[in-house]
């Protein structure tokens, strides 16, 4: 949830490689020689442009005549900006941060056939109707806790012991207790995101399926265990434990709240840390996993991290599908954009900080990574909608009122 928010010879979510002649009918092992690869990349303050270039032409060193050109989505979503280029009938051969569904699979290449591309980073859960059309570069998780060290401290309090949702409202009276802020929200996306980040690492561990079974009229919001997280949620506001006022916060505002330590706990994904190693905070801060009044540790919920696919009618498919597999397969390109963003996979490490190697561990002990993919796809819309309703509670709307307006939208949507 971060603000960011086929192959029958087409190409998949995941950076530009190239398949051999047999895999897609045509093209060569062998770059053609002058092709140009256009690849639509994610620019965030810890991938910028100019570390796409440089880790790019460690590719192009590799591969004579091969160059990669950056199509920059500014301020579109990459979906959007792929939209844009196939209207207009310029289609650009790689695409990043797009995870193909059962109405957008027929512009990605189907990567099922391709050995590599099952072993990437949670291919299986982002499957549609069997087929893979996405490979990814390693993971992040959010259903994370970060806390100030000193404050914890000074409230008497032991990270290790809270492991529910009680323990959690408990800290944080005493926390307000001690003079601190004792969770950290914000307006933007950051209100529903956080909703996500705790509520589904509870209700997603108990009912992995739950997604499906809404699709399906099965289950409700306001009869399922996402209605006790509003009430707990809804009396942290009417408690003072969140403030009213953090509607007008931004999300890189409350952030820097958080790291010069006016506020005690934080809910953030793992991409928080490089922010907390770049302010030489990391050492101060803290991380637990998500308490929740089932399962202890929960599973993580968490999608996957430097997602490429390759575009059904781009005129490089091969070379694209090479281009994604050195780029999710390389050990080199992994261990770049993994310490880039401080993401995690599985058999690769890097030089990491103390509040970095405290997240791999309660990865490694996470059961699961809950992924919202394939039929636990979400309804179009749905962290909007969300992120509406969850900032409703601060203005006076009842749980259950929140509850039921999320299923009166669900369900006007299908």
Not at 334 to 357: C, E, V, W
């Amino acid at each position: 949830m971060r603000a960011m928010w086929r192959r029958t010879c087409a190409l998949a979510v995941a950076p530009l490689v190239m398949a051999s002649a047999a895999a897609c009918g045509g093209g060569s092992d062998q770059a053609a020689e002058g092709t140009t690869l256009r690849v639509i990349v994610n620019i965030t303050p810890n991938l910028t442009e100019k570390y796409w270039n440089d880790l790019f032409a460690k590719y192009e060193k590799a591969h004579p005549g091969v160059t990669v050109k950056l199509e920059l989505t500014g301020t579109v979503a990459a979906d959007a900006k792929l939209r844009q280029d196939l209207a207009a009938g310029d289609p650009p051969d790689v695409a990043q941060q797009i995870t193909p569904t059962a109405e957008t699979a027929s512009l990605f290449a189907d990567l099922s056939d391709q050995s590599w591309a099952a072993k990437t980073p949670l291919a299986d859960q982002y499957k549609v109707d069997g087929k893979q059309y996405m490979a990814g570069v390693g993971e992040q998780i959010q259903s994370l806790v970060f806390y100030n060290k000193a404050a914890f401290e000074k409230a008497g309090l032991d990270a290790t012991a809270i492991r529910t949702m009680d323990d959690f409202t408990a800290a944080m009276g005493k926390l307000k207790g001690a003079g601190y802020a004792p969770l950290q929200t914000a307006g933007q996306w950051v209100t529903g995101g956080q909703f996500s980040m705790m509520a589904d690492a509870g209700v997603l561990t108990a009912d992995p399926k739950w997604t499906a079974k809404r699709n399906a009229k099965k289950t409700s919001f306001a009869g399922s265990g996402y209605l006790p997280y509003l009430k707990a949620y809804k009396s942290w506001i009417d408690k003072g434990y969140l403030q009213k006022s953090a509607l007008g916060v931004t999300y890189p505002d409350g952030q820097t709240a958080f790291l010069n330590g006016k506020s005690a706990m934080y809910i953030m994904g793992s991409f928080f840390v490089p922010a907390a190693d770049a302010a030489k905070k990391s050492d101060d801060i803290g991380v637990f996993t998500m308490p929740t009044d089932g399962v202890y540790p929960s599973g993580q919920f968490g999608n996957v991290s430097n997602p490429y696919v390759v575009v059904n009618k781009s005129p490089h498919k091969a070379e694209a599908i090479e281009f994604v597999k050195w780029a999710t397969t390389d050990p080199e390109a992994i261990k770049s954009q993994l310490a880039s963003d401080a993401n995690l996979r599985q058999g690769f490490s890097y030089p990491m900080s103390s509040l970095g190697t405290s997240v791999q561990k309660i990865l490694d002990k996470a059961p699961s990574v809950i992924v919202k993919s394939g039929e636990n796809q979400p309804v179009a819309g749905f962290s909007d909608e969300l992120n509406k309703q969850i900032q409703s509670l601060y203005t006076g709307a009842s749980p259950k009122a929140v509850a039921d307006g999320l299923d009166k939208w669900w369900d006007a949507q299908q």
